[in-house]
């Protein structure tokens, strides 16, 4: 069992960055698979970032790639989420996930694939 709180969230203007932080309760981080997800108003959860437990292993939806970097530091049990050129399109609610895996380059990209979640952080980019 894993809890994960999310941080970092706030406003800023658009071409702006911003740096979200998932910390992760418990001795066993690294056996889990991380991921990143997004709600916006009125639009389904999507997938934003996932990092397997080999940090490599990474997967970008399209309409991040080249703006956002995933990645993760399991001497402190945290996943990041380096946010780069903010788009008004990128305003939502970012939520971590975690799933255990034993495989060292498995990750997730659906959100059904996930155990835990946070409890999200606002981000909302002003034009």
């Known amino acids: 069992q894993v809890q994960l709180v999310e941080s970092g969230g706030g406003t800023v203007q658009a071409g702006g960055s911003l740096r979200l932080s998932c910390a992760a309760s418990?001795?066993?981080?690294?056996?889990?698979?991380m991921g990143w997800f997004r709600r916006a108003p009125g639009k389904e959860r999507e997938i934003v970032a996932a990092?397997?437990?080999?940090?490599?292993?990474?997967y970008y939806a399209e309409s991040v790639k080249g703006r956002f970097s995933i990645s993760r530091d399991d001497a402190e049990n945290t996943v990041y989420l380096q946010m780069n050129s903010l788009k008004s399109e990128d305003t939502a609610v970012y939520y971590c996930a975690a799933r255990e895996t034993s495989g060292w380059y498995t990750y997730y990209t659906r959100g059904t694939n996930y155990n835990y979640w946070g409890q999200g952080t606002q981000v909302t980019v002003s034009s």
């Open positions: 990092i397997g437990r080999s940090l490599p292993s990474t």
């Open positions: 418990g001795r066993t981080f690294n056996n889990y698979a």
